[in-house]
Protein backbone atom coordinates (compact mmCIF):
# COMPACT_ATOMS: atom_id res chain seq x y z
CA UNK A 1 0.00 0.00 0.00
CA UNK A 2 2.91 2.64 1.04
CA UNK A 3 4.41 2.37 -2.52
CA UNK A 4 1.39 2.83 -4.84
CA UNK A 5 0.30 5.87 -2.05
CA UNK A 6 3.83 8.01 -2.21
CA UNK A 7 3.62 6.80 -6.41
CA UNK A 8 0.41 9.35 -6.00
CA UNK A 9 1.55 12.00 -3.90
CA UNK A 10 3.24 14.77 -5.86
CA UNK A 11 5.26 18.06 -4.85
CA UNK A 12 2.17 20.23 -4.96
CA UNK A 13 0.56 17.92 -2.40
CA UNK A 14 3.00 18.66 -0.48
CA UNK A 15 2.88 22.43 -0.91
CA UNK A 16 -0.96 22.59 -0.08
CA UNK A 17 -0.62 20.38 3.37
CA UNK A 18 2.08 22.57 4.41
CA UNK A 19 -0.15 25.82 3.25
CA UNK A 20 -3.10 24.27 4.58
CA UNK A 21 -1.35 23.55 7.61
CA UNK A 22 0.43 26.76 8.56
CA UNK A 23 -2.77 29.34 7.63
CA UNK A 24 -5.76 26.44 8.92
CA UNK A 25 -7.64 27.98 6.46
CA UNK A 26 -8.78 26.75 2.71
CA UNK A 27 -8.50 30.38 1.54
CA UNK A 28 -5.40 31.69 3.02
CA UNK A 29 -4.00 28.54 1.85
CA UNK A 30 -5.31 28.64 -1.91
CA UNK A 31 -4.10 32.10 -2.38
CA UNK A 32 -0.48 31.08 -1.22
CA UNK A 33 -0.55 28.65 -3.88
CA UNK A 34 -2.10 31.13 -6.60
CA UNK A 35 -4.83 28.59 -7.31
CA UNK A 36 -8.66 29.25 -6.64
CA UNK A 37 -10.12 28.19 -3.95
CA UNK A 38 -12.24 25.30 -5.34
CA UNK A 39 -9.46 23.58 -7.18
CA UNK A 40 -7.76 23.53 -3.60
CA UNK A 41 -10.51 22.28 -1.73
CA UNK A 42 -10.16 19.19 -4.96
CA UNK A 43 -6.71 18.91 -3.95
CA UNK A 44 -7.47 18.52 -0.42
CA UNK A 45 -10.35 15.88 -1.27
CA UNK A 46 -7.35 14.10 -3.48
CA UNK A 47 -5.15 13.91 -0.66
CA UNK A 48 -7.33 12.32 2.08
CA UNK A 49 -8.17 10.20 -0.80
CA UNK A 50 -5.14 8.20 -0.94
CA UNK A 51 -4.99 8.13 2.82
CA UNK A 52 -8.59 7.11 3.01
CA UNK A 53 -9.33 9.13 5.94
CA UNK A 54 -9.76 12.89 7.40
CA UNK A 55 -6.87 15.10 7.12
CA UNK A 56 -8.20 18.63 8.21
CA UNK A 57 -11.20 18.92 10.51
CA UNK A 58 -13.71 21.06 9.55
CA UNK A 59 -14.74 24.24 11.97
CA UNK A 60 -17.24 27.14 11.30
CA UNK A 61 -14.13 28.95 10.82
CA UNK A 62 -11.52 27.67 8.99
CA UNK A 63 -10.14 23.78 9.69
CA UNK A 64 -6.90 22.34 11.86
CA UNK A 65 -5.06 18.94 11.20
CA UNK A 66 -6.13 15.83 12.91
CA UNK A 67 -3.49 13.95 14.75
CA UNK A 68 -2.93 12.05 11.54
CA UNK A 69 -2.86 15.28 9.63
CA UNK A 70 -0.33 16.99 12.20
CA UNK A 71 2.09 13.93 10.94
CA UNK A 72 1.28 14.32 7.59
CA UNK A 73 2.25 18.61 7.47
CA UNK A 74 5.46 17.67 9.51
CA UNK A 75 6.79 15.40 7.01
CA UNK A 76 5.68 17.64 4.22
CA UNK A 77 7.31 20.62 6.16
CA UNK A 78 10.58 18.26 6.17
CA UNK A 79 10.59 17.14 2.49
CA UNK A 80 9.95 20.52 1.24
CA UNK A 81 12.84 21.53 3.44
CA UNK A 82 15.05 19.04 2.85
CA UNK A 83 14.57 19.28 -1.06
CA UNK A 84 15.70 22.90 -1.29
CA UNK A 85 18.43 22.21 1.09
CA UNK A 86 19.55 19.64 -0.98
CA UNK A 87 18.99 21.80 -4.16
CA UNK A 88 21.54 24.56 -2.38
CA UNK A 89 24.05 21.94 -1.21
CA UNK A 90 24.77 20.00 -4.76
CA UNK A 91 24.72 23.48 -6.36
CA UNK A 92 27.69 24.78 -3.69
CA UNK A 93 29.27 21.45 -3.99
CA UNK A 94 29.31 22.09 -7.89
CA UNK A 95 31.07 25.31 -7.36
CA UNK A 96 33.92 23.87 -5.43
CA UNK A 97 31.73 24.82 -2.00
CA UNK A 98 32.69 22.52 0.89
CA UNK A 99 28.66 22.27 1.66
CA UNK A 100 26.35 23.79 3.30
CA UNK A 101 25.21 24.43 7.29
CA UNK A 102 21.91 25.53 8.46
CA UNK A 103 22.27 26.35 12.60
CA UNK A 104 19.63 27.35 14.81
CA UNK A 105 20.51 28.63 18.31
CA UNK A 106 19.52 30.95 21.31
CA UNK A 107 21.14 34.11 21.81
CA UNK A 108 22.41 33.34 25.17
CA UNK A 109 24.48 30.59 23.28
CA UNK A 110 25.29 32.52 20.32
CA UNK A 111 27.83 35.49 21.39
CA UNK A 112 30.61 33.06 22.59
CA UNK A 113 30.15 29.48 22.06
CA UNK A 114 28.32 29.48 18.61
CA UNK A 115 29.93 32.34 16.88
CA UNK A 116 33.75 31.46 18.09
CA UNK A 117 32.70 27.96 16.53
CA UNK A 118 31.33 29.20 13.33
CA UNK A 119 34.38 31.21 12.21
CA UNK A 120 36.51 28.96 13.02
CA UNK A 121 34.86 26.28 11.00
CA UNK A 122 34.68 29.48 8.50
CA UNK A 123 38.31 29.41 8.82
CA UNK A 124 39.03 25.80 7.88
CA UNK A 125 36.76 25.40 5.26
CA UNK A 126 36.00 29.18 3.70
CA UNK A 127 33.97 27.39 0.76
CA UNK A 128 31.37 26.08 2.98
CA UNK A 129 27.92 28.08 3.31
CA UNK A 130 26.33 28.65 6.77
CA UNK A 131 22.94 30.03 7.62
CA UNK A 132 22.67 31.18 11.18
CA UNK A 133 18.92 32.02 13.19
CA UNK A 134 18.74 33.34 16.47
CA UNK A 135 15.60 32.98 18.73
CA UNK A 136 14.12 31.50 21.45
CA UNK A 137 14.57 27.89 22.41
CA UNK A 138 11.10 27.45 21.38
CA UNK A 139 11.08 28.45 17.58
CA UNK A 140 14.61 27.29 16.75
CA UNK A 141 13.00 23.92 17.90
CA UNK A 142 9.56 24.80 15.54
CA UNK A 143 12.80 25.04 12.86
CA UNK A 144 14.27 21.91 13.64
CA UNK A 145 11.18 20.43 13.25
CA UNK A 146 10.15 21.88 9.84
CA UNK A 147 13.54 20.85 8.72
CA UNK A 148 14.46 24.12 8.03
CA UNK A 149 17.79 23.67 10.01
CA UNK A 150 20.35 20.77 10.93
CA UNK A 151 21.15 21.48 14.40
CA UNK A 152 19.48 23.66 17.26
CA UNK A 153 21.21 24.92 20.20
CA UNK A 154 18.65 25.41 23.01
CA UNK A 155 17.81 24.70 26.58
CA UNK A 156 16.50 21.68 27.68
CA UNK A 157 12.59 21.97 27.79
CA UNK A 158 9.42 19.22 27.48
CA UNK A 159 9.79 19.72 23.51
CA UNK A 160 13.58 18.53 23.69
CA UNK A 161 13.14 15.56 25.76
CA UNK A 162 10.66 14.04 23.20
CA UNK A 163 11.35 10.85 21.11
CA UNK A 164 11.73 12.81 17.97
CA UNK A 165 15.33 14.17 19.36
CA UNK A 166 18.63 13.72 20.85
CA UNK A 167 19.83 16.44 23.33
CA UNK A 168 23.24 16.63 24.64
CA UNK A 169 23.78 19.28 27.42
CA UNK A 170 26.58 21.92 26.62
CA UNK A 171 26.43 24.05 29.70
CA UNK A 172 24.87 26.57 31.34
CA UNK A 173 24.89 30.45 32.28
CA UNK A 174 23.95 33.39 35.37
CA UNK A 175 21.53 35.77 34.92
CA UNK A 176 22.50 39.27 35.56
CA UNK A 177 20.38 42.58 36.05
CA UNK A 178 21.74 44.96 34.52
CA UNK A 179 21.17 49.07 33.77
CA UNK A 180 22.39 51.52 31.31
CA UNK A 181 25.74 53.47 32.18
CA UNK A 182 24.97 56.22 33.99
CA UNK A 183 22.08 54.96 35.51
CA UNK A 184 21.06 56.26 39.44
CA UNK A 185 21.57 52.50 40.50
CA UNK A 186 24.89 51.63 38.15
CA UNK A 187 27.07 52.78 41.35
CA UNK A 188 25.32 51.27 44.09
CA UNK A 189 28.15 48.78 46.28
CA UNK A 190 24.58 46.73 47.22
CA UNK A 191 21.35 46.45 46.52
CA UNK A 192 17.85 44.01 47.44
CA UNK A 193 16.03 42.48 44.53
CA UNK A 194 12.69 43.66 47.00
CA UNK A 195 13.56 47.32 46.94
CA UNK A 196 14.22 47.22 42.66
CA UNK A 197 10.87 45.62 41.96
CA UNK A 198 8.59 48.37 43.19
CA UNK A 199 10.60 51.21 42.63
CA UNK A 200 12.13 50.78 38.93
CA UNK A 201 10.73 49.95 35.19
CA UNK A 202 11.56 46.32 33.91
CA UNK A 203 12.63 45.17 30.24
CA UNK A 204 11.79 41.32 30.64
CA UNK A 205 11.71 38.41 28.26
CA UNK A 206 7.98 36.85 27.65
CA UNK A 207 7.18 34.93 30.59
CA UNK A 208 7.82 31.45 28.94
CA UNK A 209 11.53 31.98 28.69
CA UNK A 210 13.88 31.04 30.30
CA UNK A 211 15.24 34.33 31.92
CA UNK A 212 12.06 35.19 33.13
CA UNK A 213 11.01 31.77 34.60
CA UNK A 214 13.82 32.49 36.71
CA UNK A 215 13.22 35.71 37.67
CA UNK A 216 9.68 34.66 38.57
CA UNK A 217 11.39 31.59 40.97
CA UNK A 218 13.35 33.64 42.77
CA UNK A 219 10.81 36.61 43.33
CA UNK A 220 9.00 33.94 44.79
CA UNK A 221 11.74 32.63 46.63
CA UNK A 222 11.67 36.13 48.59
CA UNK A 223 7.80 36.21 48.84
CA UNK A 224 7.84 39.03 45.90
CA UNK A 225 5.65 39.97 43.77
CA UNK A 226 6.56 40.32 39.81
CA UNK A 227 6.58 43.72 38.45
CA UNK A 228 3.99 45.57 37.65
CA UNK A 229 5.79 48.44 35.29
CA UNK A 230 7.22 46.06 32.59
CA UNK A 231 8.65 45.92 28.95
CA UNK A 232 7.67 42.88 27.78
CA UNK A 233 10.19 41.54 24.57
CA UNK A 234 10.93 38.90 22.60
CA UNK A 235 13.77 40.17 20.96
CA UNK A 236 17.62 40.07 22.42
CA UNK A 237 18.75 43.36 19.95
CA UNK A 238 15.58 45.41 20.91
CA UNK A 239 15.65 44.91 24.49
CA UNK A 240 20.03 45.82 24.49
CA UNK A 241 18.54 49.41 22.80
CA UNK A 242 15.88 50.03 24.75
CA UNK A 243 17.89 49.67 27.93
CA UNK A 244 19.80 52.58 26.61
CA UNK A 245 16.60 54.44 26.12
CA UNK A 246 15.19 54.06 29.41
CA UNK A 247 15.78 53.80 33.12
CA UNK A 248 14.74 50.15 33.59
CA UNK A 249 16.04 47.13 34.99
CA UNK A 250 17.13 44.17 32.35
CA UNK A 251 17.29 40.72 32.85
CA UNK A 252 19.12 38.73 30.40
CA UNK A 253 21.74 35.98 30.80
CA UNK A 254 25.80 36.95 31.16
CA UNK A 255 26.67 35.70 27.77
CA UNK A 256 23.89 37.86 26.00
CA UNK A 257 25.46 40.87 27.48
CA UNK A 258 29.06 39.87 27.15
CA UNK A 259 29.72 42.57 24.45
CA UNK A 260 27.58 45.13 26.27
CA UNK A 261 29.76 44.68 29.50
CA UNK A 262 32.95 44.54 27.70
CA UNK A 263 31.94 47.88 25.87
CA UNK A 264 30.59 49.82 29.33
CA UNK A 265 27.30 50.38 27.96
CA UNK A 266 25.52 48.90 30.50
CA UNK A 267 26.35 47.61 34.41
CA UNK A 268 25.68 44.56 36.40
CA UNK A 269 23.91 45.33 39.70
CA UNK A 270 25.20 43.44 42.82
CA UNK A 271 21.96 41.40 43.13
CA UNK A 272 22.67 37.46 43.04
CA UNK A 273 19.12 35.92 42.08
CA UNK A 274 20.38 32.46 43.16
CA UNK A 275 18.30 30.93 40.10
CA UNK A 276 19.94 28.69 37.07
CA UNK A 277 18.21 28.44 33.69
CA UNK A 278 17.91 25.15 32.16
CA UNK A 279 20.79 23.83 30.60
CA UNK A 280 21.66 24.42 27.07
CA UNK A 281 22.45 22.35 24.45
CA UNK A 282 22.47 20.43 20.77
CA UNK A 283 19.16 19.66 19.61
CA UNK A 284 18.85 17.15 16.81
CA UNK A 285 16.52 15.11 14.86
CA UNK A 286 16.84 11.54 16.54
CA UNK A 287 17.66 8.94 13.62
CA UNK A 288 18.60 11.18 11.03
CA UNK A 289 22.09 10.96 8.94
CA UNK A 290 24.93 13.51 10.46
CA UNK A 291 26.18 15.35 6.90
CA UNK A 292 30.57 16.26 7.83
CA UNK A 293 30.19 19.40 7.71
CA UNK A 294 27.73 19.40 10.64
CA UNK A 295 29.53 16.34 12.31
CA UNK A 296 32.59 19.02 12.09
CA UNK A 297 30.51 21.75 13.36
CA UNK A 298 29.57 19.66 16.74
CA UNK A 299 32.75 18.54 17.07
CA UNK A 300 34.01 21.94 17.68
CA UNK A 301 31.13 23.32 19.96
CA UNK A 302 31.82 20.26 22.20
CA UNK A 303 35.44 21.02 22.56
CA UNK A 304 35.01 24.50 22.73
CA UNK A 305 31.61 24.11 25.36
CA UNK A 306 34.55 21.66 27.22
CA UNK A 307 36.59 25.23 27.95
CA UNK A 308 34.25 27.03 29.19
Not at 54 to 62: A, K, N, S, V
Not at 79 to 86: K, V
Not at 111 to 122: N, R, T
Not at 294 to 307: E, P, Y
Request: charged residues 25%; hydrophobic residues 40%; aromatic residues 4%.
Amino acid sequence: MTTPLFNRLRYKHLHMLVALGSSENLHRASQTLNMSQPAATRMLHEIEDMFGCELFERLPRGMRPTALGRELVRFAENALSGLDRCAEDLAARRLGGYGYLAIGTIMGAAPGLVMDSIAEIKRRHPQLRIRITGDTSDQVIQQLEQGRIDLAICRRSANTDSQHYQFEELGNERLLLVVHRGHPLADRPELSLAELVDDWPWILQPETSPARIALNQALARQGLSAPADIIECGSVYSMQQLIQLTDAIMVLSETALRDYLRMGLVTALPVDLQETMEPYGLLQRRGEPVSRELDTFIGMLKSRAATL
